[in-house]
């Protein structure tokens, strides 16, 4: 009677395979968990884009009312007027959003003067206003770990920069 032996446990590839894969990882991955500061860059950027756009259609979908985005060093929040655009948002307020707090350290600022306390405002082309500056192109930077753009066309369009 031949009796064999079955042994368990990994191989020595098996083993290196693994340790290589968790070394990959504690490379790549970790710093970048720790260090959440560019994505909020990031994050910010891409949120207040969104934003930006959400009031410039409701601009143009609402002739009656005008729509202001007030930015202060801690977050930003959008304003209803009701009044349509003439000169600026100059009507009676009628609603104000919850302030949305910025995340991770990251701030929003004009490029022009470095004030990070302003107002964008919408006529009803959905042709954005930005109170003490003139923007054409780059116009907000978004400030953490990493500097990016946004940037806010003369026709009104709204992009990264």
């Given at each position: 009677m031949?009796?064999?032996q079955q042994?368990?446990?990994?191989?020595?590839v098996?083993?290196v395979t693994?340790?290589?894969?968790?070394a990959i990882?504690?490379?790549?991955v970790?710093?970048?968990?720790?260090?959440?500061?560019s994505?909020s860059?990031f994050a910010?950027?891409?949120?207040?884009?969104?934003?930006?756009?959400?009031v410039?259609?409701?601009?143009m979908?609402?002739?009656?009312?005008?729509?202001r985005?007030?930015?202060t060093?801690?977050d930003?929040?959008?304003?209803?007027?009701?009044?349509?655009y003439?000169?600026?948002?100059t009507?009676t307020?009628?609603?104000?959003d919850?302030?949305?707090?910025?995340?991770?350290?990251?701030s929003l600022?004009?490029?022009s003067?470095?004030?990070?306390?302003f107002n964008?405002?919408?006529?009803?082309?959905?042709?954005p206003?930005v109170?003490?500056?003139?923007?054409n192109g780059?116009?907000?930077?978004?400030?953490?770990?990493?500097?990016?753009?946004l940037?806010?066309?003369?026709?009104g369009y709204?992009h990264?920069?």
């Amino acid at each position: 009677m031949h009796k064999t032996q079955q042994q368990t446990g990994f191989t020595l590839v098996e083993l290196v395979t693994t340790i290589i894969l968790i070394a990959i990882l504690a490379v790549v991955v970790v710093p970048r968990l720790l260090t959440s500061s560019s994505y909020s860059a990031f994050a910010l950027r891409d949120e207040f884009i969104s934003e930006l756009r959400k009031v410039q259609i409701m601009a143009m979908n609402n002739q009656d009312r005008c729509y202001r985005l007030s930015v202060t060093q801690t977050d930003y929040q959008v304003s209803r007027f009701r009044g349509g655009y003439s000169s600026g948002c100059t009507g009676t307020l009628a609603r104000t959003d919850a302030p949305q707090s910025f995340q991770g350290g990251a701030s929003l600022a004009l490029l022009s003067n470095g004030n990070s306390n302003f107002n964008i405002e919408f006529n009803q082309q959905g042709v954005p206003f930005v109170a003490g500056a003139r923007c054409n192109g780059n116009c907000i930077s978004v400030i953490a770990d990493e500097t990016l753009f946004l940037a806010i066309e003369s026709e009104g369009y709204i992009h990264e920069g």
